[in-house]
């Protein structure tokens, strides 16, 4: 299978971007090293980069000739473009991860040959204010006003642009610039009932895609959970940028999380490996291949969501953050800005978490301590105290036709059943030196068990 591989235009050649930001990564040293001298020609042989942008109609290919190429040869549609950041710009937020799967969805439907689409979601586009169990459904039959949604994103469309304009008259720094459009976007989240600006996006461009479900061809939504370092391919521990709980992992290491919030029999957030999530699309995009060629489709329906996760097989989370402190107890960060590393004291609501602030965080030289306990609070308020799992019955199916069709060596390769993970091992010996090796990088006195 051939690839073709979309890069934003304004970001440099995509030949370049490719070998740079992609090849060049650490990830691929297993595969650099089976190919040697040979690496670049092997890529070059799978993936065709060029230019294009996802937030723009008809995905900004100005070329014909292309467009052209692409409708009569693409087969495949897999979508991972989005603004991962859960406080992104308002106006960028809503350019990629909303009218990007729209401008995908469009794009595609116009190709003569197309036999499925893959979309990357998360699963916490089901969050807004109930707890329980969320199902593998289209947001457009968990959330009954869904369709009003379809018209509020022309309406916040046009918000944008409102206070894009008058920040412009305000003649403001692109600095406060970028602070007001976040801003807006949380409160946008918020008055919609999702907890930031990420999910809120990430929901309406979901909503975009299951508005016409009668196909000739699947499409299905992948929502992982909490995306955390690789658990075996093509080696444990790797990982780019913070994500899910590293920013708190790194705050406990830094002696900056003194508390936080969190019940000990009833707090959990679901996380899963990186490669299990790419382990499961890889075989979901395989399944839905065969099944369309065989018209067989498995739950009798052509659109089908995965839930990627760990909900049933994960650790409360304070035992996740209890490992974090043990970790830095026996290998700490060195340098300035560093405080004594220090256990949270953890409180099960926020009201409770607030108290305790009030009552005991007056001296100002512990005002940075407060102020780190109070932003990851808030930021993760929802995923830590409303209390949801998520089903997995496609994904255990999913699994289930993988271990039939495919090998014994096949079958352990692309496996990604978490129940086989030993969280504090995990923890302790993968995620947390890969995050310190390949994130937070160079700490002078740091030896990386990886």
Not at 38 to 60: A, Q
Not at 105 to 133: D, Q, W, Y
Not at 300 to 307: E, L, S, T
Request: with cysteine; charged share 25%; proline share 4%.
């Amino acid at each position: 299978m051939h690839l073709f591989h979309l890069w934003r235009s304004y970001l440099g050649s995509a030949t370049q971007r490719l070998h740079n930001d992609v090849m060049g990564k650490e990830v691929f040293r297993v595969l650099r090293k089976k190919h040697g001298v040979g690496f670049d020609s092997f890529i070059s042989e799978k993936v065709t980069p060029f230019f294009g942008d996802v937030s723009l109609e008809n995905l900004g290919i100005k070329d014909s000739d292309l467009e052209k190429k692409m409708h009569k040869e693409i087969n495949i549609v897999a979508n991972f473009a989005a603004a991962t950041t859960f406080q992104e710009r308002y106006d960028v937020a809503l350019a990629v991860n909303t009218m990007g799967p729209k401008h995908v969805l469009n794009f595609t439907e116009k190709c003569e040959n197309l036999e499925m689409i893959l979309h990357a979601s998360t699963a916490f586009v089901c969050i807004r204010e109930t707890p329980g169990v969320k199902l593998e459904t289209y947001l457009n039959q968990i959330f009954k006003e869904s369709s009003k949604f379809l018209d509020v994103i022309e309406e916040e469309k046009k918000l944008v642009q409102q206070r894009l304009d008058e920040l412009k008259v305000a003649r403001v720094s692109k600095k406060q610039e970028t602070a007001a459009m976040i801003e807006l976007g949380l409160e946008r989240a918020k008055l919609y009932g999702w907890p930031n600006t990420y999910v809120f996006m990430k929901a309406l461009g979901e909503m975009t895609i299951g508005r016409q479900l009668e196909r000739n061809f699947p499409v299905v939504i992948v929502r992982p959970t909490a995306v955390t370092s690789t658990y075996r391919e093509p080696f444990p521990g790797w990982i780019e940028g913070f994500k899910s709980l590293d920013p708190v992992v790194i705050s406990i290491g830094r002696g900056k999380l003194p508390c936080f919030i969190g019940d000990h029999d009833q707090s959990f957030i679901d996380i899963i490996p990186g490669d299990m999530v790419v382990n499961a699309i890889v075989v979901a995009m395989v399944n839905h291949l065969k099944t369309n060629i065989n018209h067989n489709f498995s739950r009798g329906d052509k659109d089908i969501i995965y839930h990627i996760g760990s909900s049933t097989h994960t650790e409360p989370l304070l035992n996740l953050l209890e490992y974090a402190y043990d970790y830095f107890r026996q290998n700490p960060l060195m340098g300035g800005g560093m405080d004594e590393i220090v256990k949270p004291v953890f409180f099960p609501t926020m009201s409770s978490f607030q108290e305790h602030i009030h009552n005991n965080y007056v001296v100002p030289m512990k005002e940075q301590k407060v102020q780190f306990a109070k932003r990851w609070a808030e930021i993760y308020e929802r995923y830590v105290l409303l209390k949801v799992t998520f089903d997995t019955s496609a994904t255990d199916q999913l699994r289930m036709w993988m271990k039939a069709h495919c090998g014994p060596e096949e079958a352990v390769i692309l496996d990604f059943d978490p129940k086989q993970i030993n969280w504090k091992e995990y923890m302790m010996n993968s995620h947390i030196p890969g995050l310190m090796k390949y994130v937070v990088k160079s700490h002078a006195g740091y030896n990386s068990k990886l």
